[in-house]
């Protein structure tokens, strides 16, 4: 300081005492406060006791003393009453030094600094924490949908196989319709037309006719409750428990006595049955010598009998049960008389009990009024009947199985 | 006559914005703030407890938080009888900065007390440190301890039990 101007040393004391707020405290050797001065109040420092132990006063001197390493500096050290200091620690004399140096206002720019430079990076380490959750979300989302893609393929390749499996079943079930009939029953000429139009891709409907010998045509229609494949293998059972009887050797008697032919495959249908699933069915069986229509009803629609001159009767005899309803339930036939002209159609419900828009059905009178006064009658009637049935149900799903059967006496 | 009384110096280490003066907020005077306010140097605080029967003087030194550009300043510890380790629950690299001031305090003052608190548990939700990095320092004979400045929760726990530690 002595190599300074007298004014630059003035200064010097000026900045350091003054506006530092320089304070000083000495210790003895028995930690003991001995010296005290300079701008102390500043510190909280005000009151101490000169001859008493330093640490019990100046509390921050706890385990710093004895000093063993000098100079030593504890930078920006801030005490209980929020001011700031440099603490400066020399031994000199026997006894330990602490000055003072008020750093507050420098304090408090680095704080500023700091913290905004704090601020940043724990924005940038939430940042970088929100990116590695949204990129982990991100994987499991790709994980999902590559799942959800899997899934959906093998849905779908399930669905095709399905869809072939159900192709390839209702060809089979149409396969089992036999096709038109034109030829002679013992000595009437005679034709059959049929109609099968499932709801689903197969149905429950059941359509068949053969004959039994030369002079006995026998017709079958059925239609087994509910809708779809179940529906359809009680049809194909149904129908193949008929063409087993057709094959027996005692055929033409059940058949021309066609409640015991019904008898039989109840029996067989009800055995089992614990879906409950059953089959309303007509069967009636034509004997080309008599001209006489032998027919038994389980469940079923009354056929509709329209004689040459246009007049519509309802076939309502012989009825029963349902078939797979109830074993040994009775059935009983009855028999109508046919001649040149006559026609019979056979329905299932799914005609008569069509819907249009507003859920009116298509109705028993439609059937009987279109073969009464049809207009075109070189149009085939079944095919006319559907024609009818679908413009009634006016474009909308086919709500049930279709099926009919024509039984038409040449003149 | 000045009455001596037992004073013992506790250092709070840790990242930079992990709570530790929180912590001393909450011990010292029962508040919690949620702005945050960082250290610079050091702030010295006295907790005066009585320790089965025994007043003890707590001198706590609270450190300014390590970052990427400032390391510990050790000549602080000088003098401390223990310390608490402080990471931030919710920031992995927190622990991970805790472990490296461990190591480096133990090099240059020796084996002293101290334990590991994981503040801010009222952000378990957020929480990033897995069970299994606690329970491999538990393993290797830390003390660990979660707490919340925000609450309170495992804050007086945790300095008295340091305090019976160095006071043992």
């Known amino acids: 300081m002595e190599d300074l101007p007298s004014s630059v040393a003035a200064r010097l004391r000026e900045l350091t005492y003054r506006e530092r707020a320089a304070a000083y405290l000495e210790v003895d050797a028995g930690i003991n406060l001995v010296g005290a001065g300079g701008h102390l109040d500043r510190y909280g420092l005000a009151n101490l006791c000169l001859g008493e132990p330093a640490v019990e006063q100046v509390f921050f001197l706890e385990g710093l003393l004895p000093l063993i390493e000098t100079p030593y500096l504890f930078p920006s050290v801030e005490l209980d009453n929020g001011c700031a200091a440099d603490l400066h620690f020399h031994l000199d004399d026997g006894s330990v030094w602490v000055i003072l140096l008020d750093v507050t206002d420098s304090r408090d720019a680095a704080r500023r600094m700091q913290q905004k430079a704090y601020d940043v990076t724990l924005l940038q380490e939430k940042e970088a924490l929100l990116n590695r959750r949204l990129e982990a979300a991100n994987v499991a989302l790709v994980a999902a949908q590559q799942e959800l893609v899997a899934a959906r393929d093998a849905a779908r390749e399930a669905l095709h196989r399905k869809q072939v499996e159900l192709d390839e079943a209702r060809t089979l079930q149409l396969a089992l319709a036999p096709p038109p009939y034109r030829g002679v029953v013992g000595r009437l000429a005679l034709t059959v037309d049929v109609i099968l139009e499932s709801a689903r891709e197969v149905g429950g409907d059941l359509v068949d006719h053969f004959l039994v010998d030369d002079d006995l045509l026998v017709l079958v229609l059925g239609d087994v409750s509910d809708k779809g494949a179940a529906a359809a293998l009680m049809m194909a059972r149904t129908h193949a428990l008929f063409r087993g009887l057709a094959a027996r050797p005692d055929a033409s008697a059940l058949f021309r006595s066609p409640e015991q032919a019904v008898q039989l495959v109840n029996a067989a249908l009800s055995q089992g049955n614990s879906s409950l699933m059953f089959v309303t069915l007509l069967i009636a069986a034509f004997d080309g010598k008599t001209s006489c229509l032998t027919y038994v009803r389980a469940g079923h629609v009354p056929p509709f009998l329209c004689r040459a001159d246009c007049t519509v009767d309802r076939l309502e005899a012989a009825g029963g049960v349902p078939l797979g309803v109830m074993d040994g339930a009775p059935y009983e036939s009855a028999s109508v008389d046919l001649v040149p002209g006559d026609e019979l159609v056979i329905v299932t419900d799914g005609i008569t009990e069509a819907m249009d828009r507003s859920q009116d059905l298509f109705g028993d009178n439609r059937v009987a009024a279109l073969m009464a006064r049809r207009p075109r009658r070189e149009e085939p009637l079944l095919d006319q009947l559907l024609a009818q049935v679908q413009a009634f149900e006016a474009g909308g799903p086919q709500s049930d199985d279709i099926a009919a059967i024509l039984l038409k006496l040449e003149n | ?168």
């Open chain 2, 1 to 168: 006559m000045i009455a001596t009384s037992l004073q013992k110096k506790l250092c709070m280490l840790g990242g930079f914005s992990v709570g530790k003066t929180s912590l001393i907020r909450r011990y010292v005077s029962s508040v919690f703030s949620d702005s945050y306010l960082t250290t610079v140097g050091v702030k010295i605080d006295k907790k005066t407890v009585d320790l089965d029967g025994r007043t003890v003087n707590l001198i706590l030194w609270d450190l300014a938080g390590e970052d990427d550009l400032s390391s510990l300043r050790t000549s602080y510890l000088r003098g401390a009888s223990g310390y608490l380790l402080v990471a931030d629950g919710t920031r992995r690299s927190t622990l991970d900065v805790a472990l490296s001031i461990q190591q480096r305090v133990e090099t240059e003052f020796g084996p002293l007390p101290f334990a590991l608190l994981l503040n801010k548990n009222d952000l378990k939700d957020q929480w990033t440190i897995a069970d299994a990095d606690v329970a491999n320092l538990s393993l290797n004979g830390w003390w660990v301890r979660s707490s919340s400045a925000r609450t309170g929760e495992g804050v007086e726990e945790a300095f008295r039990d340091l305090a019976i530690r160095v006071t043992g």
